[in-house]
């Protein structure tokens, strides 16, 4: 405006779902936040339906201030950086004294279950997983390990609904869409601040730049440089965490902390055609029965046959395999996990998309039947909106 006040329209994809609710939720969530004084924009106005002059549903909100961190991270200074980690730590624990009711750990998977015998077919992998695992897979082997998620669900968390791993606590980003959890299943390090290092230190030594860092070329210097960025943001946030907000560091220090979330995750997916992923989740959580809340003299009540177990292994082998190739690909093209880009590399992305598909027909040049798997399953394709 000519005044210089700038505000964000923020308006659903016609996909979005569900209409009217995703946009209410969203709007309420902001205001909920902001009345706790969480600092998340201000709500200007919002129409959950699309009765109204602009024809959409939309939200009016202010602009955030700011600039991304990592175009100021390499000239901050050691004190900004304790301030950034423990104000990040200061907002977070804002969150986790919100009381709120519980819990959904079981309606994740009613939901889907009654989804799925509704709505649910028989579905292919896209490639290269359509490969090894070829044909359509029936969406009740779905419903069948759903219903194994379901009779592990009162050990997941501890049965005293006073225990403060219990505590409902909303946390995540996506307001249009974000949910209340049980603490233990929110805990967790956050994108910005996650250990770049498959094992998380014991102690909590301060990073150090490599010692021959000087003798190092640019290159190397960079990468040393983004390491230790990352390396840093994780130890102020432990750091932090530990002073700030102790309920978080305790369900953080849970045992079970991942493989725990990746089950609840898992089970409220909806069917895709992948049995692999919610499967692997489950033969996890039996191997570590005995580290669950109050099952001691109780058995697991979920079992798989020792052949089940070994066909399973095997096929998860190559399915994580399968998913490095993906994973590769996805970083070539420059997209997360979910396909996303930003709106100034879409144009780049759908190039080097088009790209890496002629590349590898080229590559399986005379074998029509990988190209047939190709064509039919392309990951980057585009897909019909409904």
Same mark, same amino acid.
């Given at each position: 405006m000519e005044d210089g006040f700038q505000a964000i329209a923020k308006i659903p994809y016609k996909i979005a779902l569900p209409r009217r609710h995703a946009t209410a939720s969203e709007a309420a969530t902001l205001e909920l936040l902001r009345s706790k004084g969480i600092p998340v924009p201000k709500l200007y106005s919002y129409s959950a339906s699309v009765d109204n002059p602009a024809g959409v549903e939309y939200i009016l909100m202010e602009k955030a201030n700011?600039? /991304?961190i990592e175009t100021k991270w390499l000239s901050m200074t050691k004190r900004e950086r304790d301030t950034l980690a423990s104000s990040f730590v200061e907002i977070e624990k804002k969150f986790f004294d919100l009381p709120? /009711?519980?819990?959904?750990?079981?309606s994740i998977a009613e939901k889907e279950i009654e989804s799925t015998r509704r709505y649910g077919k028989p579905l292919e992998l896209d490639f290269p997983h359509n490969g090894p695992f070829p044909g359509k897979h029936d969406p009740k082997q779905y419903i069948a390990l759903l219903e194994k998620y379901l009779a592990l669900v009162p050990y997941l968390l501890p049965k005293d609904d006073s225990d403060p791993?219990?505590?409902?606590?909303?946390?995540?980003?996506d307001w249009q869409h974000t949910t209340m959890e049980p603490r233990l299943l929110v805990a967790g390090y956050p994108r910005a601040f996650e250990n770049p290092?498959?094992?998380?230190?014991?102690?909590?030594?301060?990073p150090k730049l490599p010692s021959e860092y000087d003798s190092l070329s640019v290159g190397e210097k960079a990468e040393a440089d983004e390491l230790y960025r990352r390396q840093t943001l994780f130890h102020y946030y432990r750091i932090f965490n530990g002073v700030l907000n102790k309920p978080h560091l305790s369900a953080l220090r849970g045992p079970l902390l991942h493989p725990r979330k990746h089950l609840v995750d898992?089970?409220?997916?909806?069917?895709?055609?992948?049995?692999?992923t919610l499967m692997g989740a489950l033969v996890r959580m039996t191997e570590y029965w005995s580290l669950l809340p109050d099952t001691e003299g109780i058995h697991c009540t979920v079992k798989f046959m020792p052949d089940e177990?070994?066909?399973?292994?095997?096929?998860?082998e190559i399915w994580f395999a399968l998913n490095a190739v993906v994973n590769q690909w996805r970083?070539?093209?420059?997209?997360?996990?979910?396909?996303?880009v930003t709106n100034e590399r879409y144009d780049d992305a759908?190039?080097?998309?088009?790209?890496?598909?002629?590349?590898?027909?080229?590559?399986?040049?005379?074998?029509?039947?990988?190209?047939?798997?190709?064509?039919?399953?392309?990951?980057?394709?585009?897909?019909?909106?409904?």
């Amino acid at each position: 405006m000519e005044d210089g006040f700038q505000a964000i329209a923020k308006i659903p994809y016609k996909i979005a779902l569900p209409r009217r609710h995703a946009t209410a939720s969203e709007a309420a969530t902001l205001e909920l936040l902001r009345s706790k004084g969480i600092p998340v924009p201000k709500l200007y106005s919002y129409s959950a339906s699309v009765d109204n002059p602009a024809g959409v549903e939309y939200i009016l909100m202010e602009k955030a201030n700011g600039v /991304p961190i990592e175009t100021k991270w390499l000239s901050m200074t050691k004190r900004e950086r304790d301030t950034l980690a423990s104000s990040f730590v200061e907002i977070e624990k804002k969150f986790f004294d919100l009381p709120n /009711p519980k819990d959904y750990l079981r309606s994740i998977a009613e939901k889907e279950i009654e989804s799925t015998r509704r709505y649910g077919k028989p579905l292919e992998l896209d490639f290269p997983h359509n490969g090894p695992f070829p044909g359509k897979h029936d969406p009740k082997q779905y419903i069948a390990l759903l219903e194994k998620y379901l009779a592990l669900v009162p050990y997941l968390l501890p049965k005293d609904d006073s225990d403060p791993l219990n505590q409902p606590t909303l946390r995540h980003p996506d307001w249009q869409h974000t949910t209340m959890e049980p603490r233990l299943l929110v805990a967790g390090y956050p994108r910005a601040f996650e250990n770049p290092e498959i094992i998380e230190p014991f102690d909590l030594d301060e990073p150090k730049l490599p010692s021959e860092y000087d003798s190092l070329s640019v290159g190397e210097k960079a990468e040393a440089d983004e390491l230790y960025r990352r390396q840093t943001l994780f130890h102020y946030y432990r750091i932090f965490n530990g002073v700030l907000n102790k309920p978080h560091l305790s369900a953080l220090r849970g045992p079970l902390l991942h493989p725990r979330k990746h089950l609840v995750d898992r089970a409220g997916r909806q069917w895709s055609g992948n049995l692999i992923t919610l499967m692997g989740a489950l033969v996890r959580m039996t191997e570590y029965w005995s580290l669950l809340p109050d099952t001691e003299g109780i058995h697991c009540t979920v079992k798989f046959m020792p052949d089940e177990l070994e066909t399973f292994h095997e096929h998860e082998e190559i399915w994580f395999a399968l998913n490095a190739v993906v994973n590769q690909w996805r970083d070539q093209i420059g997209v997360n996990d979910d396909g996303w880009v930003t709106n100034e590399r879409y144009d780049d992305a759908v190039k080097r998309a088009r790209q890496l598909k002629d590349n590898l027909t080229v590559e399986m040049e005379g074998d029509e039947e990988d190209i047939a798997l190709l064509n039919n399953g392309w990951p980057f394709r585009d897909h019909e909106e409904e």
